[in-house]
């Protein structure tokens, strides 16, 4: 079955770290640039970051940049997303998402909360 | 950054009346466009891509026009499970960008 999967979500502390992954199987995720997308509650979706299949050429967008690292490991098939000085305004659902360049898959989300 | 406004933000439809949603780009997008459904509790669904081809399985009374900074999607005969949240999305330029989304409920 080809899905992607999430994991690493959780509480955190305002300037805490938090280091998502996102498995993919069912196909060769190394093929594709790869995004995470976030919704937080009651709000619409936002694109957070980007990468490109090899790993080469990365996006973020402002709200998160310097702060958030996208990475992948293809031999894992495996995107990452590594936050930093996390704040509350990052509490969302974290979708990794594979773009063909529309988001035609999605993972089911991971919760991350930021919160003392 | 290309800003995507959706309007209405709340759509009240009867099951089986056609739903019409629209979504202005800031600049031209080009076809460069897609809608997403996203019902509570599930991930977003891809249903459209290049402004107007459907994606797979995405059933025919879903069509998608519109090229450059106006678009449209339309849902001819609503069903149950088409009451969602309705997204669109531009991938022509970074950073990537949603609308805010459209609120399709029942009436």
């Known amino acids: 079955e080809v899905q992607l999967l999430e994991s690493g979500g959780g509480l955190v502390q305002p300037g805490g770290s938090l280091r998502l992954s996102c498995a993919a199987s069912g196909f060769t995720s190394s093929s594709y640039d790869m995004s995470w997308v976030r919704r937080a509650p009651g709000k619409g979706l936002e694109w957070v970051s980007a990468?490109?299949?090899?790993?080469?050429?990365?996006y973020y967008a402002d709200s998160v940049k310097g702060r958030f690292t996208i990475s992948r490991d293809n031999s894992k098939n495996t995107l990452y997303l590594q936050m930093n000085s996390l704040r509350a305004e990052d509490t969302a659902v974290y979708y990794c998402?594979?773009?063909?360049?529309?988001?035609?898959?999605w993972g089911r989300g991971t919760l991350v909360t930021v919160s003392s | 950054e290309i800003v995507m406004t959706q309007s209405p933000a709340t759509l009240s439809v009867s099951p089986g009346e056609r739903a019409t949603l629209s979504c202005r780009a800031s600049?031209?997008?080009?076809?460069?466009l897609a809608w997403y459904q996203q019902i509570p509790g599930q991930a977003p669904r891809l249903l459209i891509y290049?402004?107007?081809t459907r994606a797979t399985g995405i059933p025919a009374r879903f069509s998608g026009s519109g090229s450059g900074t106006e678009f449209t999607l339309t849902i001819s005969s609503l069903q149950s499970e088409d009451f969602a949240v309705y997204y669109c999305q531009q991938y022509n330029n970074w950073p990537l960008t949603f609308g805010g989304g459209t609120k399709v409920e029942i009436k």
């Open positions: 990468i490109s299949s090899s790993g080469a050429a990365t």
């Open positions: 600049q031209s997008v080009s076809s460069n």
């Open positions: 290049g402004a107007s």
């Open positions: 998402a594979k773009r063909a360049p529309s988001f035609d898959l």
